[in-house]
Every structure is written in structure tokens, then in C-alpha cells.
């Protein structure tokens, strides 16, 4: 039992962290006195100008994958957005998780002197500034990204690590078909090419189709700019697809008729049909984030079972739960109206009986697209389902929790 | 008028009507010149068409590689250092895919491997190389790992045309189709 009790204390100022609000603490007034005033956050200028979070707040990204960040060539840098703190949908920008393969290096472009070109099979090519994107009609959505890269594995020990690697924002900008459609697409038009203004000047491949769909040209992420190290002063959203089309300082696109086979495309080269089909778009994908990996139930009783479920393929239209390691499942509550390539927030209410057991979540998509288990995926691919079997492709498969009886939670994968 | 002369003009006024829905609505932005766009576009397809000219040997490429620092991070003879290696350390008697992610090896396009020297090499001096230096390291690369021989000189005409060792032999993506699954069959 004493075992348990720092754990608990734990419990309760990390939920009361979150929660942003009321503690336990305090000395009790007498009856019908006015209780004591907390203490003071003095209202300096940063204050004033662009507010801080509570210290009490400490919530962090940290290097993906194990590996220290940027690695020992001071080049990658992965960062994974804190899942495990999270509510709601949107990601604080200064948590959205980052991938780049040049380090802590980050462009410093002046918005003043940037230009988006757009050139190719088009019958007039146009080049615009920042105030001419801004004069054009806008649109605002939520859509998540997620790198192609964000894999659960049994060494993994926190949401954090297993599925970090995604986040979600609201991105305000010009649809790229109105740029498209001022510029006039010719008719052999059948792929694009978007390239960065960074210093290796990442290009992408994608298709006409996309373009034309949804993709936009994204200048403003949760209700400011978009920030550095997310592609300011403009980035390329194309939403549903893997993070790395997401073109950030995106400087040009081109309008081709083929496949152009640039570095990013290369890296997308498959042998195996099948693994280049799961490329691209991102499959219907779901994680519970409360409880997770590495937090610490304080014992038996009721709590709400909250996570995320987003899908490459449009909105979520279902989550279910299994709190008994799969063998029942039963309809989570979403949250707010699923929006298309966007993380939507589910909860399910749940009385813990204390004994060991497994949580479980599984989504579908709008297109009737069920998330898989890792035994699924296996027995699609042939292959033994033991401990060294990992995913071909993106990797959307089911995250078990496991339930301790004495409260804590560990990867079920492990 | 004759009926003639109507079957013209209606002909016309069909042709017009996606000319008009084709026209700027907006009116922002600027046409580039020509030569901005020359400038500009660094993306070298398959057909090269997008490439400078220019001109690079195996062994002019060997020395560049040692002078512009490609050595310091992937090694002497391009598997010794932290950065991607560049030559297999399997021989040919190893499958294509069985003998690693190398770029000058197997890329199915010799352009791609130019593309990407001259738009992210070296590491931070991008974009300093000239096209003669680009066409010399690639020609290096694809000599070392037996694609080209020594005496080959690369230039804007024949490197679309070098025979890159994978063939056909890697799978193609399906079309992209909004709103609908992309792996039939697929468990999810």
C-alpha cells in the first residue's frame, strides 16, 4: 500500500497541472471566510506582449525514435508532440511535432522578400507575394499531419514515443485549386512538383487530382502565422498525406506530366506494389492518450477514457473501446463534429474494477475503413506474428495499453 | 448568312466557352519573365529537359569529391563516413533491392541523382557547384558503382539516356482517386 502513495501525489498534481485549475492544497479557512489569495504572476512586459503558459505547465516535445535530437551529425530532427497531455484537438504550435533531416536549422526567411512561383503546364505562369496570397479567398480548416515515420514498437514506452509523431492544427490559406485555376492547367497536366526555399530545397512529387481536391497553400496555423519551424512564411498542406509532402518554405510548383522522381520521391521507391499503394494516404489511425503509457492509475474507480482518431481518408465517423483486451467493443463518444483530416477527440466513461486488463481503440473512417490490428496486418503480409514483426508501410495499427493491477500503464506491445 | 457561316460561329462559341472559364478570375500576381523561371526551376525530371549545359567525367568527379569535402561525410570511397553511404558494400552477384539504399544505384532516373547533388550538396554550401561540377561527381558516382565507365562524359543529352541498373524493377503508384481507399483488400 505505502508503495502506492507517491504515486498517487504524482497523480494529483500532474491531473491538476492539466486541469489548469483547483488544487487539494491550501490551509482551510473557517467556516464563511474568505479563502486565502494564491500567489502572483507578475504582469511584466512578455506578459503583456505574448503570453506565457503556467510554470506549473510542463509539457515538452522530445527527440522521436531514442536517438538524441539533433543526432551526433547535428542533422536530424525528429520531435514528437506530448500526446499523453493533450486535449481537445488542435496542437499548440509549440508543441506540433517536427521533422527535418537539416537539423535545428531553420530558414529565416523575410516574408517581405518570399515568392511562390507557379510555372509548367499552365497557360500563364503567375508569381505571388505574401500580400497577394493574403488578398485572395481564404479558407480555414483543421487537418492533421503525421509522419510516415510514426510507428509504434514494443521498446516504446509512453504515447509520446509510439504515436507523437502526428498533430493537429487549424491552417488558414488559399486553396492551391484557385491558384491553379488563375494560372490554367493544361490538359496533359497530371502531376506537380512542390519545392522549399530551405537549403536543400525538398521537392515532392504529387498528383494533379490532389491538388485540385483539397491542398492548400497555408499561411496561418492557430490563428497567427505559421511558425518557422512548421514552413513559415508559407507552407504546402495536403491534407492526409504524409507529413513530408507538407512542403514547408514552399518557393515553386511546378506543373509537369509524369512522375518526376525527385530525393522525397526516391525515398518513396518500393519494390513491393502493395507497400508503394499504402504510401501517401495515411490510413484510419486512433490512440487513447489518457490512459497511456508510463501514467499511473491511483486505483479502482471511474475514469474517462480520452484519445485521438484522425484518417487520411476523410472524417472519423466511428471510435470503439475495448477496456477487456478485445473482446468487447463498445462506441466511444466523439467529441464535437469529426472534421476531414483532422484529429477528432474521443472519451468513453469507465469504471476501473482494479483488476489487470487492456484498453484498446479502433476508428472508421468515412469511407467505411476500420483500423486493422497488428495480428490483421500480419496475416495480410503472410507473415509470423511474433516479436519481429513490424508493419510494411504506414503503420495504423490498433495500441493496446496494458492495465497493471496496480495501476500503472505499460505498451501492451512490450 | 448562310447555314454555313452559323455552324462557324457556333463552332467558335463553343470553343470560347472553356477559353473564358479558363481566364484569371482574380488577377493577382506577377508573370514571370522567361528568364526567371529558367532561374528558378531546378527540378530535373526524367527527360533532363530542365538541365543546364554542361559536361563531367568519372575522374574529373573523383577529385571534386575530395576538394569540395564530399569525403569529410561519406567517406573516401563512399561507405566510411556518418552521412548516407554512396557505393554498395554488396557486390553485383547480390540482388538490386538486397544491396541497400543507395542512391546512385538505385535510382531508377541518373537525373535524380544529379538533381539532388545540385540542390542539396554539399552540406551548407548548397547551391555553390557548377553544372560541369554536378555532371563530374555524378559521372563519379555512377562509375564507382559500375552504372557508367571511367572514360564517360556526362553532359545534358546523355544522362536522361544512362541505363540505371533497376530497370522497371520497382512498383509503380497506383492513381490517387479523392475519397477512396488506396490499398484494396487491405485490412482496414
Redesign the interface.
Known amino acids: 500500500m505505502g508503495s502506492k502513495r507517491p504515486a498517487r501525489r504524482e497523480f494529483l498534481r500532474s491531473g491538476a497541472a492539466l486541469a489548469g485549475g483547483f488544487t487539494l492544497g491550501g490551509t482551510a479557512p473557517a467556516l464563511g471566510q474568505a479563502p486565502a489569495s494564491p500567489p502572483m504572476i507578475r504582469g511584466d512586459k512578455n506578459q503583456i506582449a505574448y503570453g506565457e503558459r503556467s510554470k506549473y505547465v510542463t509539457s515538452v516535445r522530445i527527440p522521436h525514435g531514442g536517438r538524441p535530437s539533433p543526432d551526433?551529425?547535428g542533422l536530424v530532427f525528429h520531435v514528437a508532440t506530448p500526446l499523453q497531455d493533450s486535449v481537445g484537438v488542435i496542437t499548440p504550435s509549440s508543441l506540433h511535432y517536427v521533422a527535418t533531416t537539416r537539423g535545428a536549422f531553420i530558414p529565416d526567411i523575410d516574408p517581405r522578400e518570399h515568392r511562390l512561383?507557379i510555372?509548367g503546364l499552365v497557360?500563364?505562369?503567375?508569381?505571388?507575394t505574401m500580400e497577394?496570397l493574403k488578398?485572395?479567398p481564404s479558407v480555414t480548416r483543421l487537418h492533421f499531419i503525421e509522419c510516415a515515420g510514426n510507428r509504434a514498437s514494443r521498446r516504446a514506452k509512453t504515447v509520446q514515443e509510439t504515436h507523437g509523431m502526428t498533430s493537429c492544427a487549424e491552417w488558414t490559406g488559399v486553396l492551391l485549386s484557385?491558384?491553379l485555376?488563375?494560372c490554367?492547367l493544361k490538359g496533359s497536366a497530371s502531376w506537380f512538383?512542390a519545392?522549399g526555399a530551405e537549403?536543400?530545397?525538398g521537392?515532392s512529387s504529387m498528383?494533379i487530382?490532389?491538388a485540385m481536391?483539397?491542398c492548400i497553400i497555408a499561411y496561418g496555423m492557430n490563428g497567427e502565422a505559421v511558425r518557422p519551424q512548421q514552413g513559415f512564411p508559407v507552407r504546402l498542406m495536403v491534407p492526409g498525406f504524409e507529413g513530408i509532402f507538407h512542403t514547408k518554405y514552399l518557393?515553386?510548383i511546378?506543373v509537369?506530366d509524369?512522375?518526376?522522381?525527385?530525393?522525397n520521391?526516391?525515398g518513396?521507391?518500393?519494390?513491393?506494389?502493395?507497400?508503394?499503394?499504402?504510401?501517401?494516404?495515411i490510413?484510419?489511425k486512433s490512440v487513447i492518450t489518457f490512459p497511456s503509457g508510463g501514467q499511473q492509475l491511483p486505483g479502482r474507480g471511474f475514469y474517462e477514457v480520452s484519445g485521438l482518431a484522425w484518417s487520411?481518408?476523410?472524417a472519423i465517423k466511428k471510435v470503439e473501446i475495448s477496456t477487456d483486451a478485445g473482446k468487447h467493443w463498445l462506441n466511444a463518444e466523439l467529441k464535437g463534429t469529426p472534421q476531414r483530416m483532422a484529429h477528432t477527440r474521443f472519451s468513453y466513461q469507465w469504471n476501473w474494477d482494479g483488476k489487470e486488463t487492456e484498453l484498446l481503440s479502433r476508428c472508421t473512417d468515412?469511407?467505411g475503413?476500420?483500423?486493422?490490428t497488428r495480428a490483421?496486418?500480419a496475416?495480410?503480409w503472410n507473415k509470423p506474428f511474433d516479436e519481429t514483426f513490424s508493419v510494411p508501410g504506414l503503420d495504423?495499427s490498433i495500441q493496446p495499453w496494458r492495465i497493471g493491477n496496480d495501476g500503472s500503464v505499460t505498451n501492451g506491445l512490450a | 448568312m448562310g447555314w454555313r457561316n452559323l455552324g462557324i460561329l457556333t463552332c467558335a462559341w463553343l470553343v470560347g466557352v472553356p477559353a473564358l472559364a479558363q481566364s484569371p478570375t482574380y488577377g493577382v500576381g506577377r508573370t514571370p519573365t522567361a528568364e526567371e523561371i529558367r532561374a528558378w526551376d531546378i527540378s530535373i525530371g526524367p527527360t533532363g529537359e530542365e538541365l543546364p549545359p554542361g559536361r563531367g567525367s568519372a575522374k574529373e568527379g573523383a577529385q571534386l569529391y575530395r576538394s569540395k569535402g564530399c569525403a569529410g561525410c561519406h567517406g573516401p570511397t563512399g561507405i566510411e563516413g556518418n552521412a548516407p553511404i554512396l557505393k554498395s558494400k554488396a557486390g553485383k552477384d547480390v540482388e538490386l533491392w538486397a544491396r541497400g539504399r543507395i542512391l546512385p544505384l538505385r535510382s531508377p532516373f541518373a537525373t535524380t541523382v544529379w538533381d539532388y547533388i545540385n540542390r542539396a550538396m554539399p552540406l551548407n554550401r548548397e547551391g555553390s557547384l557548377t553544372p560541369d561540377e554536378v555532371y563530374a561527381i555524378t559521372a563519379f558516382l555512377l562509375y564507382i558503382n559500375e552504372v557508367i565507365p571511367e572514360d564517360m562524359v556526362l553532359d545534358a543529352q546523355n544522362l536522361p539516356k544512362v541505363k540505371m541498373p533497376i530497370g522497371n524493377n520497382y512498383a509503380n503508384l497506383p492513381e490517387w482517386k479523392p475519397r477512396a481507399p488506396r490499398l484494396k483488400g487491405y485490412p482496414y
Open positions: 551526433a551529425f512561383m510555372h497557360d500563364r505562369p503567375l508569381t505571388f497577394d488578398r485572395l484557385v491558384l485555376k488563375e490554367g512538383v519545392e537549403e536543400v530545397k521537392a498528383p487530382a490532389k481536391d483539397d518557393r515553386r511546378k509537369v509524369r512522375y518526376y522522381m525527385n530525393y520521391d526516391y518513396h521507391l518500393d519494390q513491393d506494389a502493395k507497400v508503394a499503394a499504402l504510401d501517401y494516404q490510413g484510419p487520411g481518408g476523410g468515412e469511407l475503413q476500420v483500423q486493422p490483421q496486418i496475416k495480410y495504423n
